[in-house]
């Protein structure tokens, strides 16, 4: 089956300042990778996803970029917000399911 | 659009009892729903994926006869925590995929619930 890596476990950054999530997939056949984000005691909320035939997608402050080869994507936030602080998931997908990564608590210091 | 609705929200009860949740696609149809399970600061874990008119598949290590799936409509998957242990406490949540049109498809998140075993 599919595992995803996510690092790192938990990140720190000034406000203003970019932030990035890298993941890596093991399962080559996945071709779906969403990154949802989850403030505490609510549902995960996505927050953009990529699909295998695309290398990168960006969505104002936010883009994930995806290396095939490698089987490793990344999330991209530039000038941070304190409203950016939660903690991130990344996904990969394959057979209709997806496996998640372990999260990362972004916090953003204002 | 694209709304996932969970009920209820949190639940209490003793130890021995049953326990029903319910998912709701409110404004889409969804042939595949999705039962995650997740534990204090972890990730989603998939339990199983709910297929409307069959039976659900479950992951690995998961009781079937433990969690219960029905998924009886397009709009409705109900997960039952039979003789719920305190070990079952967690936070239970649904996601419903949009599309059916190849493997990936976008999955969207009910609001979680609650539960906790005395």
């Known amino acids: 089956g599919e595992n995803v890596e996510q690092h790192p476990s938990t990140l720190s950054v000034q406000e203003g300042d970019s932030a990035v999530i890298k993941c890596t997939y093991s399962d080559s056949a996945s071709n779906y990778f969403p990154w949802y984000k989850q403030e505490l005691g609510k549902r995960p909320q996505l927050i953009i996803d990529?699909?295998?035939?695309?290398g990168e997608k960006k969505d104002q402050r936010i883009a994930v970029t995806l290396n095939k080869t490698a089987k490793h994507f990344s999330l991209h936030i530039t000038e941070t917000q304190p409203e950016d602080s939660a903690v991130y998931f990344c996904?990969?997908?394959?057979?209709?399911?997806?496996?998640f990564g372990k999260g990362t608590l972004l916090t953003v210091n204002p | 659009g694209a709304v996932v609705s969970q009920h209820p929200s949190w639940v209490i009860c003793k130890s021995g009892t049953s326990v029903k949740i319910e998912c709701r696609s409110l404004d889409f149809q969804a042939t595949t729903m999705f039962w995650y399970r997740q534990f204090p600061k972890q990730s989603l874990m998939l339990m199983a994926t709910s297929n409307e008119g069959s039976k659900a598949t479950y992951e690995q290590g998961v009781e079937k006869d433990k969690f219960l799936i029905n998924h009886a409509s397009l709009t409705l998957s109900t997960l039952t925590v039979t003789s719920a242990h305190p070990e079952d406490s967690s936070f239970y949540i649904c996601s419903a995929r949009v599309g059916t049109s190849g493997p990936g498809e976008t999955q969207y998140f009910g609001p979680g619930t609650r539960l906790l075993v005395l």
């Open positions: 996904a990969g997908g394959s057979n209709y399911k997806l496996t």
């Open positions: 990529i699909r295998s035939n695309v």
